[in-house]
């Protein structure tokens, strides 16, 4: 009896590879695809003009003045990229206890969108409102005798909010997770005139060791007191993860996302196998700067990595990507089209 008798009488017939066997059945079967339309691109903006300041920790990605930020969302916007998500680096003067610029009308992060909005209208613009670019301390809420006040915080936000709308935010996306906030900005948004603001709640923020390059970016990690671990999630919890996520969709939240993104595909799945909501996740900073950094050394192949990453995310059940790669990983699939 010939070896590929026996193989038959094993597999009863059934061999995987036919389907693997070439380029175009491979592509036939394909179950995941990452798509343009997948991306949002995080971008850092700092005051001035003519301004793009390479982040030493992330190797590719800059800080740009407003100016600057138009010109690049322009690109972003011709590749087909539907929304970015905006970062401010504000000078260290403005910076105080509570966080008090995030309620200036005219503020680094209202300009931007204004600006961009005006010259891009047809890209969506995603907002934060956590204080953490605005205080002195670090922190993502205001601070008082060693405490984050949840109420006060989330107030705050909600006035935060009302003014991103004003200026022409599509989406805000608080990232603070305070208690009780999605609730209290909806309803601060409705009572402004702004019911067709969505709300991207950070569902799932957990308190981990990946933010590192972003915390350098918006140059809070040298003010940080303490850590954020009494109002991130553990990432030890994935249940508490899910019951903070339900109260969020409760609260009204339009999409939700995962935060980090790699390290909690599981959570990702979850999520979008238990509410249904559009999905996303961030592939944030640490993340990012990994798979640069081991690219640089050639340690592994930056381009495979890249896609092989966002692509495990779709498998995962997000319908999209917060990531730093969006333009690279849009230019490289123009040039596959």
Known sequence: M??????????????????RKADWTRRMVQENRLTVDDLIWPIFIVPGTGIVDPIKAMPGVNRMSIDMAVEAVKEAADLGIPAIATF??????????????????????????????????????????????????????ILREGIIVNDETVDQVVLAAIMQADAGADIIAPSEMMDGRIGAIRRGLDASGHQDVGIMSYATKFSSGFYGPYREAINTSGLLKGDKNSYYISPANATEALRDAALDVEEGADMMMVKPGLAY?????????????????????????????????????????????????????????????????????????
């Open 2 to 19: 010939d070896k590929t008798h026996l193989v038959d009488e094993i597999t009863g017939h059934r061999r995987m590879r036919r389907n």
């Open 88 to 141: 401010p680096d504000i000078e260290m003067n403005l910076r105080d206890e509570t966080g008090s610029q995030s309620l200036v009308a005219d503020n680094l992060i209202n300009q931007a969108t204004r600006a961009i909005k005006k010259a891009v209208p047809n890209i969506g613009i995603i907002t934060d409102v956590a204080l953490d670019p605005f205080t002195s301390h670090g922190h993502d809420g």
């Open 265 to 337: 595909l599981d959570i990702c799945w979850r999520l979008k196998e238990a509410f249904g909501l559009p999905t996303f996740a961030y592939q944030v900073s640490g993340e990012y700067t990994q798979i640069k950094a081991a690219a640089m050394n050639g340690w592994i192949d930056g381009d495979r990595v890249m896609m092989e990453t966002l692509l495990c995310f779709k498998r995962a059940g997000c319908d999209g990507i917060l990531t730093y790669f969006a333009v690279d990983v849009a230019r490289k699939l123009a040039k596959s089209a």
